[in-house]
């Protein structure tokens, strides 16, 4: 996984900051695998370069990843998303549910990222918010903000389910929420909507759809 160098841009510049934030946020959001020790040490780095009080909100993650057995972190880590619908990661999920929609969506994803000269990860679905988050950071901060900034609620209804299930991983994903322009009351009205009520569904004529990308194996691809 690719760095973004803090010192490429002044510190202050705020696509910078975003940058640097969607970098350490796409690592803490990442799977905990052996790995995970060399991440912890790279977002420390990026952290020393963000500004307060986003920064403190990346260090709450961080705090919680290192006090925690490797084991006890997977484990978590898959019962937080794996396991819990309203706490997917896959954005598409709830703009689209599981309708014949989805599949027309995780291309545009797919192919934003060919757009902007780089193919999308075989390991992951394109619309995984880890990928977009290191893409924004890393290949195109403009074409990777307006993916983030169209699915502003879903990352909303995100951050939502985690803070109430007391996740570690809350202050991550509101410190992304910081870097995006502030949700309007609609938006926060559907994306409580979306909380309560779930995805769209689509039970008739559903075709199923082959990824682009395959997603994490052993995972669901919702």
């Known amino acids: 996984m690719k760095l973004l160098s803090p010192f490429r841009d002044r510190v202050g510049n705020r696509t910078i900051q975003d940058r640097l934030v969607w970098q350490a946020a796409s690592l803490l959001l990442a799977y905990p695998d052996d790995e995970l020790a060399t991440r912890l040490d790279n977002v420390d780095e990026l952290i020393s370069h963000i500004d307060r009080p986003v920064a403190a909100l990346l260090e709450r993650t961080v705090v919680a990843l290192r006090t925690r057995e490797p ?38 994803f797919a192919t934003a990222y060919r757009e902007a000269g780089v193919q999308p990860p075989r390991s992951e679905a394109p619309d995984h918010l880890p990928v977009v988050l290191e893409f924004a950071a890393t290949v195109d901060p403009a074409v990777g903000r307006r993916l983030l900034t169209e699915h502003r609620v879903p990352i909303d209804v995100l951050r939502g389910a985690l803070a109430d299930a007391g996740s570690p991983y809350e202050p991550t994903v509101a410190a992304v929420c910081a870097t995006l322009p502030v949700a309007t009351d609609q938006e926060v009205r559907r994306a409580q909507r979306l909380a309560k009520a779930g995805p769209p569904a689509e039970s008739v004529g559903l075709q199923p759809f082959q990824l682009t990308v395959p997603p994490r194996k052993g995972t669901s691809s919702v």
């Open 71 to 108: 084991m006890a972190a997977a484990m978590d880590y898959v019962a937080t998303f794996d396991m819990r619908r309203r706490a997917t990661m896959y954005l598409t999920y709830w703009t689209a549910g599981d309708t014949r929609n989805r599949g027309r969506e995780m291309l545009e």
